[in-house]
């Protein structure tokens, strides 16, 4: 691929997606010349050490994106404001500065404010993951097929945005930009709730009384061992996500609790078309899913 994209690519956050990221640099090229790493505890950077993903090691942020001509974002969203301050002087004129965050409307509002003048401001979103957590979580094929997401705010540099949009291509991603708001409303029905819904099933599995529960988790089927598989999500990335994307999560719950009800309406009035029809336009949604090969 030639010379790669960044001499220096600082990555703040070391589970899932920071880790996969220094993965596809290590083995792939054309993304970075250097990667640094930064993580919350020295446990997990002595982790990254013995993996050897990483060619140096910063517990302190501010280290890490010295010199850095890319700086991503890649711990929870509700980090972002403490993380963007706590850099936000050491980042150097002409630094890129983006994230993976799941809610796009708060990072725009928790760290755009903080950018420096002279500082590259590009918000995306690989949309990949597993239920996994940690670094030794990642691997390097994770985003082949999948989407990113770019929502840079108005007047970000041209420039800018395309070199994020190939680094994402150069990972293996398909990229697509938009609006902020958008963005959250979609991930709100495709990601958010979905793993909201998750949580409380499992809660609600949970919470049964002894010889019950056992059962339940003895004799699970595939759609409660799939629910089991989404909850076993990192908690504290899901936490943050909810707060973070409240009012779209909120109306896409609502809008589901409605049509929860009307089948609960159909199956207690023997309603057999209407149940029908919603179990055949599950069935189309996932054949549409398998033809866009993402599924």
């Not at 990113?148 to 291509?169: H, M, Q």
């Not at 010889?211 to 061992?225: N, T």
Request: aromatic share 6%.
């Amino acid at each position: 691929m030639g010379e790669p994209l960044f001499r220096r690519l600082a990555l703040l956050g070391f589970g899932l997606i920071g880790s996969s990221v220094a993965r596809v640099a290590r083995e792939r090229g054309g993304l970075a010349a250097e990667v640094v790493a930064n993580a919350r505890t020295e446990a997990t950077l002595e982790r990254v050490r013995e993996l050897g993903i990483a060619d140096r090691c910063e517990i302190d942020p501010a280290r890490a994106v010295e010199g850095a001509d890319c700086v991503m974002l890649c711990a929870p969203v509700g980090a972002y404001a403490a993380l963007a301050q706590a850099i936000a002087p050491h980042l150097r004129p002409g630094c890129i500065l983006t994230d993976v965050g799941s809610t796009k409307q708060s990072v725009i509002r928790d760290v755009g404010p903080l950018v420096p003048e002279g500082v590259h401001f590009v918000p995306a979103h690989p949309v990949a993951g597993t239920e996994y957590s940690g670094p030794d979580a990642g691997f390097s094929t994770l985003f082949d097929g999948r989407w990113c997401l770019l929502t840079p705010p108005p007047g970000t540099d041209a420039a800018a945005v395309e070199k994020v949009a190939e680094f994402w291509r150069r990972c293996g991603s398909m990229v697509s930009s938009m609006e902020p708001s958008h963005h959250d409303r979609v991930l709100a029905i495709v990601s958010h709730l979905p793993h909201l819904i998750a949580f409380t099933i499992c809660g609600t599995a949970d919470d049964l009384e002894g010889e019950s529960r056992q059962q339940v988790l003895q004799f699970a089927a595939s759609g409660f061992r799939d629910f089991t598989r989404i909850a076993a999500s990192d908690p504290v990335m899901w936490r943050d996500v909810f707060l973070n994307n409240r009012e779209a999560l909120l109306e896409m719950l609502a809008r589901f609790t409605e049509d929860a009800q009307a089948m609960a309406r159909a199956v207690r009035w023997g309603d057999a078309d209407y149940i029908e029809d919603r179990i055949l336009r599950g069935r189309k949604i996932r054949r549409s899913l398998i033809e866009l090969k993402q599924a």
